[in-house]
């Protein structure tokens, strides 16, 4: 039998804290129903993510609420922009374990909100358990016109590759983090606010396409060379990376000094960037210097597709102009 | 930096096991994307549900993953049942530990599949992680006409309350798989089968809407009583109930024997049944018994609603025609 305790703690959980994140959108039924409903124009494709994070692997209970429920829903926009889509809504799959006390769900719902605020997306529906430890699972809901949406398999033989933002602050935030130290200096902490609030380039995945730049995308999660070694499988070519041109942020740049050089592979094997990688024709370079005027964010061009010689794919790396490191691609990662 | 051999573990998870689930459809891109996606008539709605499933709180890892499988898809297939809507795809996160092993994944897939197979529904996409315990995520979508689903606000004063099949059968098949017996006798295999097999009611709620028979419905996950009550608080209504006509199945009967007058408290407070508790105009009695027949399943008036007195809801519980039991409701849930 349930006990009216539990029922009213589950009740408390969802009418007083997730409730109010729905903004009154009838599609959530107020969280009173199993299920929540989505409508869609003809012209319409529904774009859909789904991810779980688990406490100690993806996140640290110590980051506490507010970062952890901000990068829960960030990187999952980050999802929809790397197929070109606008965020609707989202589900939410939240566990409670046994210590989980109300400041804790006031910080993941404040978390929550500052991000649909600025993405103008509401909660519409979900679940929550009881836990030994903390895990997520977010479902995302984008849209974009039909047969308009950008992904890993599309990039063509000459292409270029360009990436927004810089990249490496995660990796470097990530570093801060782990090291607790308190009283970061200005740079430190941008470094760490990179890490835990990335930007997803929502705007970007969608002019790409309004714009007909690009129909290959994908963010940058699992690292630069990961994420770009999706694209190559999928798309079946190589591609050439020059490691100078790789956009590394000023803050990052004071902090290593000269070790810079040394850090590169690893900057570009990190990851939580959520950065866009995307490809376009050659003749699209100055649209790409307009697009990044207008949109005020840094696009850069780290390379070009080549096609594939034998069966395995490969990365290039070029230093100083000269080739560097092979890394061959086969379908199961990259081996050095 | 991602190792080759965690790439690979990943990689085979995917490719080998979870694609094949995918019947090919251009929706899931493959599941070589982020994203997937949806498209939907004008018409319709899409209608969703996400559900978490861990382990020592929902599951046993000593079910064994095919009844955890199965279990966890057909229990969100039931919320769609209550809604209504007809099955279409669904999205799982996934959740390995140190010690799953094929076997338990190739079980696991082959439960999804199987269920797959009879709803003539396909995996879209989702996440894996690892985690030191198993819990599962899963999304499921469906669609409706447009304004044409049940919800658990539409009960009217006077309506009939009806319920599908037999509700306990879980109860008690929980029970048995609590002793792990050997050699179970025929009615204690049914029993446990109605546990871990649950039988969504998908057309039930489909003719429903259909035959314009009821737009309130609301499918039996804690408890009897206890989603009675949701459509009590939700519709602001009383609930008559006779517990004589709660239907019990001949397997269950058989095995309470006499003890069954004592039972009837536990039977309705006790969950996992998934069938679906309705409500219809009185006039629409013999087209009830009609869809019976028509779905050849068994569909029991157990009670109607009386408008609300007092700011509570109540469930009156009669036994032999003579009021038995109050049961308040509040906003909170249920007191006794």
Redesign the interface.
């Known amino acids: 039998?349930?006990k009216?305790d539990k029922?009213?703690q589950e009740?408390d959980l969802i009418t007083k804290f997730f409730k109010p994140l729905t903004n009154k959108t009838i599609n959530s039924?107020n969280l009173?129903?199993?299920?929540?409903?989505?409508?869609?124009?003809?012209s319409e494709?529904?774009?859909?993510?789904?991810?779980?994070?688990?406490e100690d692997?993806?996140f640290l209970k110590s980051d506490g609420a507010y970062k952890i429920a901000s990068k829960l829903l960030l990187s999952n926009l980050s999802?929809?922009a790397?197929?070109g889509?606008e965020p609707l809504y989202y589900?939410?799959?939240f566990?409670k374990t046994n210590d989980t006390d109300i400041s804790f769900v006031k910080e993941f719902v404040k978390g929550l909100r500052d991000i649909q605020n600025k993405y103008n997306i509401s909660l519409?529906?979900?679940?929550?358990?009881?836990?030994?430890?903390y895990?997520f699972?977010i479902?995302v809901f984008g849209k974009?016109k039909?047969h308009k949406?950008l992904?890993?398999?599309q990039a063509q033989k000459g292409d270029l590759i360009y990436v927004s933002g810089d990249i490496g602050d995660a990796y470097f935030g990530l570093k801060i983090n782990q090291q607790k130290k308190l009283n970061l200096n200005k740079d430190y902490q941008y470094l760490l606010d990179r890490y835990f609030f990335p930007n997803p380039r929502i705007n970007l995945g969608k002019e790409l396409i309004k714009k007909n730049l690009s129909k290959c995308a994908?963010?940058v999660?699992?690292?630069l060379l990961?994420d770009l070694n999706?694209i190559c499988v999928?798309s079946n070519l190589t591609a050439n990376i020059f490691l100078e041109q790789i956009p590394i942020s000023k803050q990052l740049k004071r902090i290593l000094g000269k070790k810079i050089d040394n850090e590169y592979l690893?900057i570009i094997?990190?990851?939580d960037d959520y950065e866009l990688i995307f490809t376009i024709n050659p003749k699209d370079q100055k649209k790409i210097i307009n697009l990044a005027n207008f949109l005020n964010i840094k696009l850069t061009n780290i390379g070009y597709f080549t096609g594939c010689n034998d069966k395995l794919s490969l990365v290039n790396l070029f230093n100083n102009n000269q080739e560097f490191k092979k890394i061959k691609i086969n379908?199961?990662?990259?081996?050095h």
């Open positions: 039998m349930i009216p029922i009213m009740f039924h009173e129903n199993d299920t929540a409903f989505i409508d869609l124009k003809q494709h529904l774009i859909l993510s789904k991810d779980l994070f688990v692997v993806h999802d929809l790397s197929s889509a589900m939410l799959g566990s519409i529906g979900g679940d929550t358990v009881k836990s030994t430890k895990f699972s479902t974009t039909k949406f992904t890993r398999n994908i963010d999660s699992d690292g990961s999706h999928n690893n094997s990190a990851g379908k199961y990662g990259y081996e």
